[in-house]
Antibody, heavy 121, light 107 residues
Framework: EVQVLESGGGLVQPGGSLRLSCAASGFTFSDNAMSWVRQAPGKGLEWVSVISGSGGHTYHADSVKGRFTISRDNSRDTLYLQMNSLRAEDTAIYYC??????????????WGHGTLVTVSS | EIVLTQSPGTLALSPGERATLSCRASQSVSSNYLAWYQQKPGQAPRLLIYDAVSRATGIPDTFSGSGSGTDFSLTISRLEPEDFAAYYCQQYGTSPFTFGGGTKVEI
């Protein structure tokens, strides 16, 4: 059974940093691209970042470019999101999602339950 | 960035009725790389349709996707009680991979 499980969320002050992790199981991790998608309270979905199966290619949304970095460790079946210079508007549930293929250009077929990040003083 | 506009914002229907949701892109979606997701309150999104027209694994054939270029639709041929939820389209052909604002299907 495919599973992705996020961790690392919490309360952080503006300007602070946080690293999210996503542990994957039930599939060959390196065969699939992975993404982060966030959802602010009561709002719609916002795509954040994607990384190819090999880890060699990444994209980030303009709203997080230069502050957030997506990475993966295929030996540990784990996806990461390093978040620096956090702002109040980054407050959201962050979802880890598995792409259907190894390409970045894939729909997201399995999602975790999400981890809440709250940026507040 | 490609802006996706979903309409209507809210759709009020009854079980057994047909629902048609629209997703319009500000520019052509590369390779028709467009997906539809369903999200219920307190739950993660679920993939329904990918590549504009292909149903994801386990999705009933009451759900169908159509369209190409800049105009896409999701049709639910006969609404079941569990289909009342929010629906989002997403394009993944050109970075950033944007989502639409969503359509809420309510009773």
């Amino acid at each position: 059974e495919v599973q992705v499980l996020e961790s690392g969320g919490g309360l952080v002050q503006p300007g602070g940093s946080l690293r999210l992790s996503c542990a994957a199981s039930g599939f060959t991790f390196s065969d699939n691209a992975m993404s982060w998608v966030r959802q602010a309270p009561g709002k719609g979905l916002e795509w954040v970042s994607v990384i190819s199966g090999s880890g060699g290619h990444t994209y980030h949304a303009d709203s997080v470019k230069g502050r957030f970095t997506i990475s993966r460790d295929n030996s540990r079946d784990t996806l990461y999101l390093q978040m620096n210079s956090l702002r109040a508007e980054d407050t959201a549930i962050y979802y880890c999602a598995k792409a259907r293929t190894s390409s970045r250009f894939s729909a997201l077929d399995y999602w975790g339950h999400g981890t809440l990040v709250t940026v507040s003083s | 960035e490609i802006v996706l506009t979903q309409s209507p914002g809210t759709l009020a229907l009854s079980p057994g009725e047909r629902a048609t949701l629209s997703c319009r892109a500000s520019q052509s979606v590369s390779s028709n790389y467009l997906a539809w997701y369903q999200q219920k309150p307190g739950q993660a999104p679920r993939l329904l349709i990918y590549d504009a027209v292909s149903r994801a694994t386990g999705i009933p054939d009451t759900f169908s996707g159509s369209g190409s270029g800049t105009d896409f639709s999701l049709t639910i041929s006969r609404l079941e009680p569990e289909d009342f939820a929010a629906y989002y389209c997403q394009q993944y052909g050109t970075s950033p991979f944007t989502f639409g604002g969503g359509t809420k299907v309510e009773i």
